[in-house]
DNA sequence: CGCCCGTATCAAAACGTTTTGGGAGCCGGA
DNA sequence: TCCGGCTCCCAAAACGTTTTGATACGGGCG
């Protein structure tokens, strides 16, 4: 059932069809209602790529995802977001998945060029970002999860893992904490750096060293998480506090603690980063973990919101947004030894 | 840059720069790799939804979340596996969110009659799905990970859960457990039904009476495991050994565990069902985890290849697959009291 | 009465591909 | 010489929409 066929039966010109289906105002109110009544009826919908050809608007936003390392628990949450708000618009996503690093470049190139999608979704940034520069090179719409180092505009929203860490550190610091380690992400990652950045900051601000064995990168893993930790135990001094990266982090450090014999808010005390995933709660376990705490699943909302504005036309420059990411401190901190 | 522009400029027809670039036999070597260089040098690249509409095929697949229950930790290994595969082909995912439960059925139908993919996947299915009475009714190619109850034909990749649940049942009873406990997934789901059914099976082997208290459904997260678990270790007798759904469910039974002051492995058994999610690793946790094991992200995969034997005209009849699930025993199974 | 304007409709062009149906030009065999 | 077949290429149709430019029809107004 197409166009030409449904107005055929209709005893009416494609176009006044067309018009009637998309709500243009030059037609009568009886034919649009007749129209509206026999579409239904005939179960016609638009052909997709016929219309998209015709508009060229797509209604879709790509995301672009590596297969090695691309795909994490908070994949899914930020795409439950993303997905969920998008879809009131009828918007779809289009995911494409690149195994070799190498092809990232180009898949991007690819989908944009070929008008696959509307716009993009970017995630996981370097400071000095080359997708980044590869879209604003072709002028072509985006919103960046996260934040790179450029000065030139672009629409972002990220949460302040700087603050976030900042604050946590100081927490365990003014509870009497000296020997503080941090377990951050993957090297090169924006909000890596950033959480460094706010680990040292707190360090500085009180006049403690940073010492650097007690500083590691690694996936958001548990077992990135147990080795780590179970490493710095070993040490002398050992550390008194740990700041996780992820939740998934803060499984494997509890159990590295709990295998060296010593007791998460007692002996040890540990804040973690928490995405908010639906299927691991920080306040239900034991003992309760401190979080610093930033839905990530929201963040997918927000920048389907975003991206309207986007395309709306809204200069980039207006669409910054950083979110505080609030501390929640529950049993697995304690006061430390000074 | 379209068609008719690099035609032009290389002075030959649509036509034959079209069938150059498809690798149509009919054109002269030199002719192809002439055009091929100029396309490549212009950055030519075919408009997809004007391919699309000329030929018909898409070159997109389809699946559908809820927004409430249907991102999950699974998602995005499931999505990792498949898109990877699928991104050898240059075939894209289309994801489409649903909030309202009300809608799925009519977002499903859409995506087929506006043509805007050439296969779906279905997944988490109940024996008597509607979706797939749908997609059988329209005749539309889709692959289901899962099975239903249905003896009509359709294209289906599952795991064994029915055999896995009852080894791991069975290796409980051999090993002296009578107080066995199942936490298992939502109810009305076919592998839901499945595991109760080998789990039933088991015990009726052995002679067995089933304890309606203590088997219970819910979400997989470890809050989830965490409550049921905690619930039944009241009761007396209470349960020696749990079959845990999921690894995020086996972490809330090993806190409930840890809580009533046992020791999992020693006083209580713990079989968890694995995913084999690379950032919760079984094997390396404390205890380890003994875990009926399939790799979802291998489903994935494995689903992909399917859906291009769906596409390729392969009767559906013949595309059945039941994969049987491993048992790895580790530390937290140890022998029961009788 | 003639003119203009708003309403409601239409035929045809446009979007950028693929595919259909030919059609030159050339070579070899009859 | 003629013809069939092969190689290489082309003009135009087709895909199913949206959008452009026009047009018929009344009615109000001068």
Redesign the pocket.
Known sequence: ????E??ANL????????????GYP??????RTRVAEAASRLG????A???R????RVGAVGIVYSASDGYGPHTSEFLGGLGSRLGADEIDILISTVDDPAEELATYRRAIVSKKVDAIVLHAPRPDDTRVALLQDLGFPFVLHGRTNTTRSLAWLDIDNEAATARATEHLIQTGHRDIALLNGPRGLTFTLHREAGFRQALGKHGLALNPALMANGMFSDETGFRLAQAMLERRPRPTAFLAGSMMTALGVFRAIRSAGLTLGKDVSMIAHDDVFPYLNADTMVPSMSTTRSSIRAAGGRVAELLSQVLAGKPADDIHELWPVEMVLRESTGPGPH
Do not use: D, F, I
């Open positions: 059932m197409n166009l030409k449904l107005a005893g009416l010109s494609q176009t006044t069809v067309s018009r009637a289906l998309n030059e037609v009568n109110e009886a034919t016609y919908r638009p052909n790529s016929a219309r050809l015709a508009t060229g």
